[in-house]
């Protein structure tokens, strides 16, 4: 069992940074791979990024387009936690902000069907 709590949610203006964080319980946290995705008032959840395990304990990270150059994902296993790093945030970037976690290992690391565990959600709010 993991359980995921994010903080770092709030509002900014338009092109502003905030940090989200998710700490996770659970001693098997590295061998997890975590998820962000988020929710806007009327939407679907959308995939926002990842970070994942591969061969030779490398991390691959993957984001959806609308997020590239702009988002960073990174983990920090000895404390069990994981970040999204978001710069210049723009009024569509405007939704409550899940994190997950999963053991699935294939492709569809974007689907959030795949993910066994998540977090409560933290609301980002930019404003124009």
């Known amino acids: 069992q993991v359980q995921l709590v994010e903080s770092g949610g709030g509002l900014v203006q338009a092109g502003g940074s905030l940090r989200l964080s998710c700490a996770a319980s659970?001693?098997?946290?590295?061998?997890?791979?975590m998820g962000w995705f988020r929710q806007a008032p009327g939407k679907e959840r959308e995939f926002v990024a990842t970070?994942?395990?591969?061969?030779?304990?490398?991390?691959?990270?993957d984001y959806v387009d609308s997020v590239k150059a702009r988002f960073t994902i990174s983990r920090d296993n000895a404390k069990n936690t994981v970040y999204l790093q978001m710069n210049s945030l723009k009024p569509e970037d405007t939704a409550v902000y899940y994190c997950?976690?999963?053991?699935?290992?294939?492709?569809?690391?974007?689907?959030?069907?795949?993910?066994?565990?998540w977090g409560q959600g933290t609301q980002v709010t930019v404003s124009s």
């Open positions: 997950a976690a999963t053991k699935y290992s294939g492709s569809y690391y974007y689907d959030g069907s795949r993910y066994e565990y």
């Open positions: 659970g001693r098997t946290f590295s061998s997890y791979a």
């Open positions: 970070t994942r395990w591969s061969a030779g304990s490398i991390y691959y990270a």
